[in-house]
C-alpha cells in the first residue's frame, strides 16, 4: 500500500515536503527519509511521538530501548501507526537543535505498492540554525507574572 504524508517542519516560513512511500517502510527508514528530504545527514538522535488531531505529543517512539516497555522505531512499520487519512506523529530530531516536524497521512492507496519513497513536493528553505522557541511562547522571563510569595 503507498501512504503519502505531509510533513512540516516547525519553523515561521513555510517548509514542508509531501513524501510517498510504502506501507512496509519502517519508522527508522522513515526517519531516515525525513532528514534526508530536510537536509539533515540522519546521524543525530531523533524520536518519534504518538500526536492526535490536536498535535499534542504523546507517547514516544525511541531510536533505541532503555526500558523493556519502550517501544522502538527499528522493526517497527509505520503501517501501524498511519491507517486512516488525517492520522498524525510528531517527529523530533537532534535533541541539542530540537527540530520538529509535523506528520500527517493524507492519502493512502492500496492498489500501488512501491519499492523506495519519492518527494513530490518540496516547499521552503530549512533555516540554518532550529527555532530557539521551541514551545511557541513569545514570553521571556521578564514577562512572566510570578507568585511573590512563591520567590521568598
Given at each position: 500500500m503507498q501512504l503519502k504524508f505531509r510533513i512540516i517542519l516547525n519553523v515561521?516560513?513555510?517548509v514542508l515536503r509531501?513524501?510517498?512511500t510504502d506501507s512496509d517502510t519502517t519508522l527508522l527508514e522513515f526517519s531516515?527519509?525525513?532528514s534526508s528530504e530536510f537536509g539533515f545527514d540522519s546521524t543525530e538522535i531523533s524520536t518519534f511521538h504518538h500526536s492526535n488531531e490536536n498535535w499534542e505529543q504523546l507517547d514516544e517512539i525511541k531510536i533505541f530501548k532503555i526500558d523493556d516497555k519502550d517501544e522502538i522505531m527499528d522493526n517497527t512499520l509505520i503501517s501501524n501507526f498511519f491507517i486512516t487519512k488525517g492520522d498524525k506523529l510528531i517527529y523530533i530530531y537532534d535533541f541539542l537543535n530540537y527540530w520538529t516536524f509535523?506528520?500527517?497521512l493524507?492519502?493512502?492507496d492500496?492498489?500501488?505498492q512501491m519499492d523506495k519513497y519519492k518527494c513530490v513536493n518540496?516547499?521552503?528553505k530549512v533555516p540554518k540554525t532550529a527555532p530557539l522557541d521551541i514551545y511557541g511562547s513569545d514570553k521571556t522571563n521578564q514577562d512572566i507574572d510570578y507568585d511573590d510569595n512563591l520567590l521568598d
Open positions: 515561521k516560513e513555510d509531501d513524501i510517498v531516515k527519509i525525513i509535523f506528520i500527517e493524507y492519502n493512502l492500496e492498489s500501488v518540496s516547499v521552503g
